[in-house]
C-alpha cells in the first residue's frame, strides 16, 4: 500500500474562469512541483482539453484522470471523473447537447480555449461553459453509471455552486456516495450539522482556477498498487471511490 497524493478539481483555460496560464503542461508541471501524483481536469461542462492533458500528465509521471466540472439545471456543481478518457469524451458529448448555448464574451468572461499537447491553440468554444445544463441534479448519478465514471458534489462548503446552499441541506437518497470540500477543516462541522454528509467518501480539492491554486502534498489515497502500473492505480482508485455505492 502506498500513498497517492491527489488533486482531483482543477480547471484548465478552456474554463472562462481559468487564466489562460493553465495549460495542460503548466498544470502537469506544477502538479510535479508539488509532489501530486493523481490530477483530474475538470473543465466546466467540457473534457476537450483533457487529450492534451493525458499526453503532457504522462510526460511528466502524472497519472491523469480525465473528467468534467458539471453544472446542473439547479446550478449545481457536480465532479465527475472518467477511467478511461475515451468515455470522458463521451460523455462530453452527451452533455454537449444538453447546454443551453449562448455565445461566450471574452471581454467579461475570459477566453476557453482548446490546446494541443503542445500546449498550441487548435479551437475555442464559442459558447459559455459554466452556465446551467438542462440536466438535474437527481439525474447525475445514474447517467454517470452509464459511461463507467464516478461523480460527487463539488465543493460543500462553499456557497458558490454548492449543493448545501442552493438546496438548504444535502439531500436524502441522492445518489451521491461521496462529497468533495473546498477545505478539510470544515469536515466535522458539515459532519455535525448535515447528517445526509456523514458515512460519505471525502475527497479534498483545490477547485484550482489559477497554477498557484493547484493543491500541494497533503491529501493522499491508500492504494495496493503492487505489482505497479499507472492502470493499476487508477483501476484501485475507482474501485476504493466506488467501494461505498
Same mark, same amino acid.
Given at each position: 500500500?502506498?500513498?497517492?497524493?491527489?488533486?482531483?478539481?482543477?480547471?484548465?483555460?478552456?474554463?472562462?474562469?481559468?487564466?489562460?496560464?493553465?495549460?495542460?503542461?503548466?498544470?502537469?508541471?506544477?502538479?510535479?512541483?508539488?509532489? +501530486?501524483?493523481?490530477?483530474?481536469?475538470?473543465?466546466?461542462?467540457? #473534457?476537450?482539453?483533457?487529450?492534451?492533458?493525458?499526453?503532457?500528465?504522462?510526460?511528466?509521471?502524472?497519472?491523469?484522470?480525465?473528467?468534467? *466540472?458539471?453544472?446542473?439545471?439547479?446550478?449545481?456543481?457536480?465532479?465527475? !471523473?472518467?477511467?478511461?478518457?475515451?468515455?470522458?469524451?463521451?460523455?462530453?458529448?452527451?452533455?454537449? #447537447?444538453?447546454?443551453?448555448?449562448?455565445?461566450?464574451?471574452?471581454? !467579461?468572461?475570459?477566453?476557453?480555449?482548446?490546446?494541443?499537447?503542445?500546449?498550441?491553440?487548435?479551437?475555442?468554444?464559442?459558447?459559455?461553459?459554466?452556465?446551467?445544463?438542462?440536466?438535474?441534479?437527481?439525474?447525475?448519478?445514474?447517467?454517470?453509471?452509464?459511461?463507467?465514471?464516478?461523480?460527487?458534489?463539488?465543493? !460543500?462548503?462553499?456557497?458558490?455552486?454548492?449543493?448545501?446552499?442552493?438546496?438548504?441541506?444535502?439531500?436524502?437518497? #441522492?445518489?451521491?456516495?461521496?462529497?468533495?470540500?473546498?477545505?478539510? *477543516?470544515?469536515?466535522?462541522?458539515?459532519?455535525?450539522?448535515?447528517?445526509?454528509?456523514?458515512?460519505?467518501?471525502?475527497?479534498?480539492?483545490?477547485?484550482?482556477?489559477?497554477?498557484?491554486?493547484?493543491?500541494?502534498?497533503?491529501?493522499?489515497?491508500?492504494?495496493?498498487?503492487?505489482?505497479?502500473?499507472?492502470? %493499476?492505480? +487508477?483501476?484501485? %482508485?475507482?474501485? +476504493?471511490?466506488?467501494?461505498?455505492?
Amino acid at each position: 500500500m502506498n500513498k497517492y497524493y491527489y488533486d482531483l478539481h482543477i480547471h484548465s483555460c478552456l474554463s472562462p474562469c481559468g487564466d489562460d496560464e493553465m495549460t495542460p503542461n503548466n498544470i502537469a508541471g506544477m502538479g510535479v512541483l508539488n509532489g +501530486l501524483n493523481i490530477m483530474a481536469l475538470t473543465d466546466h461542462n467540457t #473534457s476537450k482539453n483533457c487529450p492534451a492533458f493525458f499526453k503532457a500528465a504522462k510526460r511528466q509521471g502524472i497519472i491523469p484522470i480525465a473528467g468534467m *466540472e458539471l453544472t446542473t439545471a439547479e446550478d449545481i456543481h457536480v465532479v465527475c !471523473i472518467f477511467k478511461d478518457l475515451g468515455s470522458a469524451m463521451d460523455f462530453d458529448g452527451m452533455v454537449d #447537447s444538453h447546454r443551453i448555448k449562448y455565445p461566450n464574451r471574452t471581454d !467579461i468572461f475570459g477566453n476557453q480555449l482548446i490546446l494541443d499537447e503542445n500546449d498550441e491553440i487548435i479551437a475555442s468554444d464559442d459558447y459559455f461553459l459554466p452556465n446551467a445544463t438542462d440536466i438535474s441534479v437527481e439525474q447525475v448519478p445514474g447517467l454517470i453509471k452509464q459511461y463507467g465514471g464516478f461523480c460527487y458534489p463539488a465543493h !460543500i462548503d462553499r456557497e458558490a455552486n454548492g449543493i448545501i446552499s442552493i438546496l438548504g441541506d444535502f439531500p436524502v437518497n #441522492s445518489g451521491f456516495t461521496a462529497v468533495e470540500f473546498h477545505n478539510g *477543516e470544515n469536515i466535522a462541522e458539515y459532519n455535525e450539522k448535515y447528517a445526509e454528509t456523514r458515512g460519505k467518501q471525502v475527497i479534498v480539492s483545490s477547485d484550482a482556477h489559477y497554477l498557484w491554486d493547484i493543491k500541494e502534498k497533503k491529501e493522499y489515497f491508500l492504494i495496493d498498487d503492487e505489482p505497479y502500473s499507472s492502470e %493499476l492505480v +487508477l483501476k484501485r %482508485l475507482f474501485e +476504493l471511490l466506488e467501494a461505498m455505492q
